[in-house]
Structures are given as structure tokens and as C-alpha cells.
């Protein structure tokens, strides 16, 4: 009994992240990639992020990516024309977004780079994204385990996530059939295991369709559940910490103001998705609904 009295003290810390399940804004568990090829970043980008010229505070360098991400801005169109055609100089052999796709896997495997550096490589890969902008419609892409690798605005989330290695735990998340085998048809889930929660893992979980407006979005919805179970496919039975059946109802769980109760649903965008199977890149946000979470950024890899 006191050992699970303790999981369910962790259970509602967790618990107080509304979707993502997000670390600090570095990289998760250290894996080695292999880099198509090798250079150094380019501080002096015209991303909005560059390091350079007015100093940009964490929010800022995040607003202003996701700006360039959903505008499509002038600037950075400018920008991507002239690094396509440095690129084009130094080695037309290798398609630009593989170049782009390299840049952002060194600089989270290096734990050595900015939360702008990041955000600024995201910024470049986001455009060849490979599902034309329809990531949500594509039900086979989507369907599987996917590791976090990478996140930001991690303050929006569980102080669990925050802990050093080897405390803090690895989080995943499921979508599709893999998740509908976990949690129930027509859902997604985020899991937390290892670090302090050793062999047990937390699952939460919710409803989720594909925005009538926007292929690109997934729009969750309730009942939110809170669970503690085991691994992904372990069999163990899950044990319902929490449910909530409204928005509401689950921010005010997570201490969330009234402005964040009364707010929208969430809609949680995927602005780029490969269709590689195994190993693919999936970069996502949420943008729109808990304004303690918005603008909160993923970068995940299938397992």
C-alpha cells in the first residue's frame, strides 16, 4: 500500500501536463544518428531564432518559430531560397531536407545546442514536410510507438519530467492501432516509465479525430484518463488514477486558471511526418486550447 500511495502522489504530478508529456527542452535519451553529412550550425541565420543581432527571450524564440511555421513568411521563404542555394553548391547529391533533417539530429544528439539552435533547424525541416500538410488524415503513418527525443516549453509540464537522469522518466507516445490496443479505439496516450517510476508506467490518455478544418490537426477531446500499468504490450492491467469528462473539468485537476478552463479544446498539429516506418521523424505542436500548454513543441522518433 505505501508503494502505491507513492505512485499515485507521482501520478498527480504527471498528471499535470494536458498532452505531450513533455521533458526539459533537450534531448531525452541519448541514441546515436547517423549524419548524411556533416557541418556546423550557422548562427548568423535569418531565422527569427538566430543568435545574433536582438536577443530573443525562450517564449519569444518559440513564439516567433511557430510563426514562421504556420505563416509562411516572407523572410523565411527568402532564407530557405538562399540556403537551398548554398546547399546546391556544396553537394547537390543530397536533397535539402535531408540536409535539414541531419542538421536537427546532430544538434539534439550533441546536448550541446540552444533551445533556439533547435527551434531554427525545425524551422528549415518543416516545409519539405513529406505528408503534405495532411499528417493527421494518414492513419498507417500515425499508427505506432513513438519516442520523445526532443521538447520545448517544458514548464507547461510534470516536475518529474524535469529531474536529472537517472530520476527523470522516457516518455512515448502511442497513436492509432497502437494505441487503440492500450487505451481503447479511437484514442491516443502518452506514457512515462523508467527513472523514478522504475518498471510501472503512467499512461494518459485521450479522445482524439482529425479536425474538420485543418488535416494537419488532431482535435482531443474528453474523457481524460489517468492510468498506472506496465510497459507498452507488457499485459499488466491498468489502475484508473483519474478521469475527467470535460476540459474543464481536467484542467481544473491540473490547477489550470479559469481563462484556461473556459479555453477551446485542444488542437494538436503535426507540422512534419515521415512515412519511413520504423525510425521516422514526427515534429508536433500544440496549437490551440490550454494556454498553459500552446505552442509547446515535439520532436519524436517510431519505434
Same mark, same amino acid.
Given at each position: 500500500m505505501r508503494n502505491l500511495s507513492r505512485l499515485v502522489v507521482l501520478a498527480a504530478l504527471i498528471a499535470r501536463g494536458a498532452l505531450g508529456l513533455s521533458s526539459s527542452s533537450h534531448r531525452e535519451h541519448p541514441q546515436q544518428h547517423k549524419a548524411q553529412q556533416q557541418f556546423q550550425y550557422d548562427t548568423h541565420s535569418s531565422s527569427p531564432c538566430s543568435t545574433t543581432g536582438t536577443h530573443l527571450s525562450r517564449r519569444s524564440c518559440l *513564439? !516567433? !518559430? /511557430? &510563426? &514562421?511555421?504556420? *505563416? &509562411? *513568411?516572407? !523572410? /523565411? *521563404? /527568402?532564407?530557405d531560397e538562399q540556403n537551398r542555394a548554398v546547399f546546391a553548391v556544396d553537394d547537390d547529391s543530397n536533397p535539402i531536407d535531408d540536409i535539414y533533417r541531419s542538421q536537427l539530429l546532430n544538434l539534439i544528439d550533441s546536448n550541446k545546442a540552444t533551445e533556439g539552435d533547435i527551434l531554427t533547424a525545425i524551422e528549415k525541416l518543416v516545409p519539405y514536410d513529406p505528408s503534405k500538410k495532411a499528417a493527421a488524415t494518414l492513419e498507417d503513418e500515425l499508427d505506432g510507438e513513438w519516442k520523445l527525443l526532443w521538447s520545448a516549453k517544458a514548464e507547461a509540464f510534470s516536475p518529474l519530467l524535469k529531474l536529472p537522469p537517472p530520476l527523470k522518466p522516457i516518455s512515448y507516445q502511442y497513436l492509432g492501432k497502437t494505441a487503440a490496443g492500450e487505451v481503447g479505439s479511437g484514442r491516443i496516450a502518452q506514457g512515462l516509465t523508467g527513472g523514478v517510476l522504475c518498471m510501472s508506467q503512467l499512461w494518459l490518455s485521450s479522445g482524439s479525430k482529425v479536425a474538420p478544418d485543418d488535416p494537419s490537426i488532431l482535435e482531443i477531446f474528453p474523457p481524460f484518463r489517468l492510468e498506472l500499468g506496465g510497459r507498452y504490450q507488457s499485459g499488466t492491467s491498468k489502475k484508473l488514477l483519474v478521469e475527467a469528462g470535460s476540459d474543464a473539468e481536467f484542467r481544473k485537476l491540473n490547477a489550470r486558471t479559469a481563462e484556461a478552463q473556459a479555453a477551446p479544446k485542444n488542437r494538436y498539429q503535426q507540422l512534419y511526418l515521415e512515412r519511413n516506418g520504423k525510425g521516422s521523424l514526427r515534429i508536433s505542436t500544440i496549437a490551440d486550447g490550454d494556454p498553459a500548454i500552446v505552442g509547446a513543441i515535439f520532436v519524436h522518433e517510431k519505434l
Amino acid at each position: 500500500m505505501r508503494n502505491l500511495s507513492r505512485l499515485v502522489v507521482l501520478a498527480a504530478l504527471i498528471a499535470r501536463g494536458a498532452l505531450g508529456l513533455s521533458s526539459s527542452s533537450h534531448r531525452e535519451h541519448p541514441q546515436q544518428h547517423k549524419a548524411q553529412q556533416q557541418f556546423q550550425y550557422d548562427t548568423h541565420s535569418s531565422s527569427p531564432c538566430s543568435t545574433t543581432g536582438t536577443h530573443l527571450s525562450r517564449r519569444s524564440c518559440l *513564439t !516567433a !518559430a /511557430l &510563426g &514562421g511555421f504556420l *505563416t &509562411g *513568411t516572407v !523572410a /523565411l *521563404t /527568402l532564407g530557405d531560397e538562399q540556403n537551398r542555394a548554398v546547399f546546391a553548391v556544396d553537394d547537390d547529391s543530397n536533397p535539402i531536407d535531408d540536409i535539414y533533417r541531419s542538421q536537427l539530429l546532430n544538434l539534439i544528439d550533441s546536448n550541446k545546442a540552444t533551445e533556439g539552435d533547435i527551434l531554427t533547424a525545425i524551422e528549415k525541416l518543416v516545409p519539405y514536410d513529406p505528408s503534405k500538410k495532411a499528417a493527421a488524415t494518414l492513419e498507417d503513418e500515425l499508427d505506432g510507438e513513438w519516442k520523445l527525443l526532443w521538447s520545448a516549453k517544458a514548464e507547461a509540464f510534470s516536475p518529474l519530467l524535469k529531474l536529472p537522469p537517472p530520476l527523470k522518466p522516457i516518455s512515448y507516445q502511442y497513436l492509432g492501432k497502437t494505441a487503440a490496443g492500450e487505451v481503447g479505439s479511437g484514442r491516443i496516450a502518452q506514457g512515462l516509465t523508467g527513472g523514478v517510476l522504475c518498471m510501472s508506467q503512467l499512461w494518459l490518455s485521450s479522445g482524439s479525430k482529425v479536425a474538420p478544418d485543418d488535416p494537419s490537426i488532431l482535435e482531443i477531446f474528453p474523457p481524460f484518463r489517468l492510468e498506472l500499468g506496465g510497459r507498452y504490450q507488457s499485459g499488466t492491467s491498468k489502475k484508473l488514477l483519474v478521469e475527467a469528462g470535460s476540459d474543464a473539468e481536467f484542467r481544473k485537476l491540473n490547477a489550470r486558471t479559469a481563462e484556461a478552463q473556459a479555453a477551446p479544446k485542444n488542437r494538436y498539429q503535426q507540422l512534419y511526418l515521415e512515412r519511413n516506418g520504423k525510425g521516422s521523424l514526427r515534429i508536433s505542436t500544440i496549437a490551440d486550447g490550454d494556454p498553459a500548454i500552446v505552442g509547446a513543441i515535439f520532436v519524436h522518433e517510431k519505434l
